[in-house]
């Protein structure tokens, strides 16, 4: 605690250090439950500089409140302090979607079986993280649940295993669908309802250097009393749907459109629709064997 | 005070070579915080020092280096756009600061990131200009009923015109300083200056001794200190490279006389000498003697920390105080005093815009 609010912690997660400072107990209880197994960082170069911290003056006891600080600079209005370790992970994805242009970055989650990822667009709402959360407790590796990296110049998306974030009813479902799930404090009422974090798999953390590449685009839709289902998608439309949910797609031109179509032309693109998510499971890892034999 | 490092480096990449991670670090921070990052790997791709930039610090510049050039695409398909809605106005539209450099194809452009294209346009003109720039798109956004006729009223230009569905922003000017401000350079001398464009027929850009007087009244009087190092960084590469005609020099402070900009101009040219190392021919500086400020060490301290980066590698127990006395001075020659006091009680009680501190 004293190091975080003094010097900062260095993480490396993914292809980024960042260094963390905050004075806050509970981004201090989060990190060190959820955190625990990435390395520490001594370079002495970080990509971020972040810190979470309690605005000086009288409402500091009144109403208190979290500011997230990139280098110095408040991208976005202080939060509830009870968001306080949301708002750094809030923070810590905007570090990346708005600088690391560097890569095609998409608002996806991406997971990966048997060498290959499976992409998972989705608008809120419709179960991504859900779905995330539980392939990955069930020996899916995490890449990201939010983030999907890909370097324009390989092809490959590169791991970025950060804790999954887990909204409303999802916590209750991930909670009653594993046992070594393990999920932090939540904060409640966010603009997005209840948040929690789940910690991520130690074996995604540890290969958090190895890209991987892209064998699915999978549109997931949780529905009431639905049969799992995979209905196959137009290409087409799926590009236009990554390119329109690409954070970075405009500032990158041309080289998201190769990118974006070069992804397209290695993946299998489907509409995906499940009630339950043992039953999903069980069709993405068909989905993975498959395209093993082929391997 | 210590020059900053991202300066330091701009005016001599060779330094690159002796940096080590640390330096790196405060490098990078400080071109970032500065805009400056694209201009810096801009600088360093392709040189023989591009080898010495480390591993880890390579995205950081690739990553600017891609967003400028993307920029510079989205920029002249803009100005094509604005051209194009402007074609029957009958008078010249004069492309200013990014743009001209972007169209004008001059090394000012390297690495240079925008928020807008500014143009200027007579006053006479402006409200047919705004209605065509509307027709295509472009809708003037004020912050509030305050802004709106602040803007129209006392401003040398209208609100920002924001595109519709592209999002691009077009400033329209029709001066280059505020109507209520201590200076009135007349803009029909600049129009009558103005340069035609050879890539774009019917769109022009200042004269080159007009160009740098516009940079410099805008960065000495327009109190846009958060882009200040850019702005000043722009100044350097600008008269580098018309500082080769040597009649730019004779001209400059000339011209600075005519349009009542000398002040400006001797503030760009210190400070411009200062962090980037400008070669400014000793003649200059004696045309500008009479120009100079009565505490000229005073105005150092306050212009070398409110120029500077905005953080915390560069900071020491003034810079605060600097900076809020740069924003009071832009203000105070922008507007008399009495309105003065009116705009910032209401900037600082009515608007939720932050002002910058």
Known sequence: ?????????????????????????????????????????????????????RPCGLRRWIAPKANFIYDGFRPFQPLPADQAFPMLEWGMNWCVSSHAHHFLIIHAAVVEKNGFAVILPAPPGSGKSTLCAGLVLSGWRLLSDELTLIDPATGLIHPLPRP????????????????????????????????????????????????????????????AEVEAALTPRSQ?????????????????????????????????????????????????????????SIK | MKLPLISEVLSNPALVSDLNLADWDVLVRQ????????????????????????????????????????QKIAVRWEVS????????????????????????????????LFSDVDILVPLEKINQAEAALMLAGWH???????????????????????????????????????????????PLKLRAAAVPIDSVPGLFVLQPVDMVLHAACHLFHDGELPHGLRD?????????????DRNFWTELPKRAAELELERPLFYALRYARYFFKTPVPIAVDVALNKAA?????????????????????????????????????????????LMLARHLLHKALISRKEAPT
């Open chain 2, 293 to 337: 400020p009565s505490l000229p060490y005073m105005m150092d301290a306050m212009f070398h920390r409110a120029l500077g980066p905005e953080h915390d590698s560069y900071r020491d127990s003034f810079s605060r105080l600097a900076r809020f006395a740069a924003y009071i001075r832009a203000h105070w020659l922008r507007m008399p005093p």
């Open chain 2, 81 to 112: 756009q604005i051209r194009d809605a402007l074609m029957g106005l009958e008078a010249p539209v004069i492309l200013l600061k990014g743009a001209a450099y972007v169209m004008a194809g001059m090394p000012a452009a390297r690495g240079r």
């Open chain 2, 140 to 186: 003037a956004q004020a912050e509030d009923a305050y802004d709106e006729r602040y803007y129209r009223l006392w401003m040398h230009e209208i609100p920002p015109m924001q595109h519709i569905r592209r999002g691009s922003v077009v400033d329209m000017h029709h001066a280059i300083l505020p109507r209520t401000a201590r200076y009135h350079p007349d």
């Open chain 1, 236 to 292: 087409a439309q799926t590009f236009i749907y990554l390119a329109q949910n690409a954070f970075n797609y405009s500032q990158l031109g041309e080289r998201a459109f190769d990118a974006g179509t070069e992804l397209i032309r290695q993946c299998d693109c489907y509409d995906f629709t499940y009630h339950a998510l043992p039953d999903a499971i069980r069709m993405f890892d068909a989905l993975a064997e498959g395209k093993k």
């Open chain 2, 31 to 70: 071109a970032r915080r500065t805009g400056l990052l694209a201009r810096l790997a801009e600088t360093l791709k392709g040189s023989k020092w591009e080898a010495s930039v480390p591993r880890q610090v390579r995205w950081h510049l690739e990553a600017d280096h891609v967003l400028a050039e993307r």
């Open chain 2, 232 to 244: 000043l960084s722009d100044m350097d590469l600008l008269l580098r490279y018309f500082g080769a």
């Open chain 1, 1 to 53: 605690m004293s190091r975080l609010s003094r010097n900062g912690l260095s993480l490396m997660t993914g292809p980024f250090t960042v260094r963390i400072r905050s004075d806050i107990p509970y981004v201090a209880e989060g990190l060190a439950q959820l955190y625990g197994q990435f390395v520490l960082s001594d370079l002495e170069f970080q990509d971020f500089y972040v810190s979470v911290k």
């Open chain 1, 164 to 223: 999954i974030s887990l909204k409303n009813q999802s916590i209750k479902i991930i909670q009653d669908f594993s046992r070594d799930a393990f999920l932090n404090r939540p904060s409640h009422d966010t603009a997005k309802g209840t948040v929690t974090h789940l910690r991520p798999p130690d074996d995604s953390v540890h290969r958090q250097q190895e890209p991987v590449k892209p064998g699915w685009v999978i549109f997931p839709k949780w529905q």
